[in-house]
């Protein structure tokens, strides 16, 4: 059943959705330039958290009926 949210909650999600791929195409690009093991390990964990959460982003905004 599709959840039903408001216009101001469905673009809460989206600016948080592109705030997430901000992130995520900042901790990719960063963990190729990082010569520290550590912190290229760090922002690798970063973007595959930043991946998992604009899916389930991407996953609410699909289900959600705005009214």
Request: charged fraction near 20%; aromatic fraction near 2%; include cysteine.
């Amino acid at each position: 059943m599709p959840q039903t949210t408001g216009v101001h909650e469905t673009l809460e999600v989206r600016e948080l959705l592109s705030f997430k791929n901000l992130c995520l195409t900042k901790s990719t690009a960063m963990s190729a330039l990082a010569q520290d093991e550590d912190l290229r390990k760090i922002l690798q964990q970063a973007a595959q958290t930043d991946r998992e959460n604009i899916q389930s982003l991407q996953n609410l905004l699909a289900q959600e009926v705005t009214l």
